[in-house]
């Protein structure tokens, strides 16, 4: 795979016949219609000797860029891809920057999301998180509804699994890296349907979500759907992996979850901000003009930090609590974190039909997921669309404060309750 270069251009710059990257791989017969650019661009590259394709970053979810897809700013970036094996030289980034109309520049650039160690089940002792949010308890009210998705932006998942098998829908893998045959292990190329999962994170996460409770706790919204979609490829690491992918990889698997009606995106990963704009912002910026609530793992440094796109405004960053409701010394906190929910030693499914036992803040993150999932399965019965406003509204006014203050730095509005949750959002309906 070559490198690849994204610009913001803009509002009045678009070129709306440009393919999109991800169809042009697969589709070389579109490459002459990617050929051409805004002319100022396409001296500059000329000028260098330098051969590329050029594409939308984007995909339109129709066959014309939607009223919103245009005002979060998607319609107006573009990737640049050079058909030779070359560095792209800082110079002409330099050059392109001064462009007028050009709003940005960058490469693309992999983005590291340190996942947190998965353990045998032997090694460690598990505990049923579940009464410590009162699941069994709400599960009275509602297990969930098929009706409702979530899509799960992680390592991929084990399509195969006994306990999360029957609840997955189609996916996609997103996993495209640039140089990364010494890097990368299992698949790190190719944009396709298969989101296979080879370091186990996201499959773990979707056993905490959906889980039949055959060898392990029921998940939080077992009669759901689940989303998978793989956007985090396995980078050597020592002796193990973690997974990595393309940050603007990583940003048409949130788009492409979107265009797909899910409900609820579940991000248990977190990059952080190393200059020149916010990572996911438009995106995020989309998605939730669409209506869909994203929640994130916001990090496991056990310091006063910011992860993206947990830290982004709109967004539920989740931190984690132990088995006696006390803060992991691991969860990541600030201002931006929105609640907390068990993420010490918690089993779920593993690939190969198996299963292990992991901490971190990624096992948060898909308890709160749940937990909106059963809410808005619940305002189904009713024949109402939960909004994210309100979800949000009825998670904070029934979380469980570790303290007297409304919102803590560590654990935000507290530790979700999913009983007073549905029971807060019955009267609210039924009133």
């Known amino acids: ?84 094996d070359k560095k792209i030289p800082d110079a002409l980034i330099e050059k392109i920057k001064l462009v007028p109309y050009i709003r940005k520049v960058k490469p693309v650039d992999v983005g590291v999301a340190a996942l947190p160690p998965i353990a045998s089940p032997m090694s460690v002792a598990a505990l049923d998180p579940s009464s410590q949010i009162l699941l069994k308890q709400a599960h009275a009210y509602t297990t969930g509804s098929p009706e409702i998705k979530i899509a799960v932006l992680d390592t991929g998942v084990d399509k195969k699994h006994q306990e999360i098998g029957e609840s997955l829908l189609p996916g996609m893998d997103f996993v495209d890296i640039i140089d990364g045959a010494e890097k990368f292990v299992g698949d790190y190329l190719g944009y396709d349907t298969d989101p296979d999962d080879e370091v186990g994170h996201g499959t773990h996460v979707c056993g905490i979500l959906a889980a039949k409770g055959i060898k392990m706790p029921t998940g939080i919204a077992p009669s759901c759907k689940i989303v998978p979609v793989r956007v985090l490829g396995a980078l050597k690491t020592g002796n193990g992996v973690v997974g990595a992918g393309l940050i603007d990889n990583i940003n048409n698997g949130i788009k492409w979850a979107v265009d797909q009606q899910v409900d609820v995106i579940n991000m248990s990963l977190g990059i952080r901000h190393e200059g020149g704009g916010l990572p996911h912002e438009e995106v995020i910026r989309y998605a939730l003009s669409k209506g869909v609530s994203i929640v994130a793992a916001s990090g496991n440094d056990g310091r006063q930090d910011r992860y993206y796109p947990g830290a982004l405004p ?50 948060a993150s898909p308890y709160v997921a749940g937990a909106i999932a059963l809410l808005k399965a619940f305002a189904l019965k009713f024949g109402r669309n939960l909004k994210d406003n309100q979800a949000k509204y009825i998670l904070k006014h029934t979380a469980d404060r570790l303290d007297s203050t409304l919102k803590n730095v560590k654990s935000g509005y507290g530790l979700i309750n999913l009983l007073d949750a549905l029971k807060l959002l019955k009267y609210k309906l039924s009133v």
Request: charged residues 20%; glycine residues 6%.
């Open 314 to 363: 709109g967004v539920i960053a989740v931190g984690a609590v132990d088995h006696n409701n006390q803060m992991a010394t691991f969860s990541t906190y600030g201002s931006h974190v929105s609640f907390v929910a068990p993420g010490a030693n918690i089993i779920s499914t593993y690939p190969e039909n198996k299963y292990s036992i992991s901490s971190g803040t990624s096992q």
């Open 1 to 84: 795979m070559k490198n690849h270069l994204i610009i913001w251009t803009a509002p009045d710059k678009r070129l709306d016949e440009l393919p999109y990257w991800g169809d042009l791989i697969h589709k070389r017969d579109e490459e002459a219609a990617a050929s051409r650019f805004l002319p100022e661009v396409s001296t500059l590259f000329n000028q260098y000797n330098l051969p590329v394709l050029y594409t939308k970053e984007y995909k339109p979810k129709n066959d014309i860029w939607s009223a919103e897809e245009v005002k979060s700013g998607l319609a107006n970036i573009f990737r640049i891809i050079l058909k030779q």
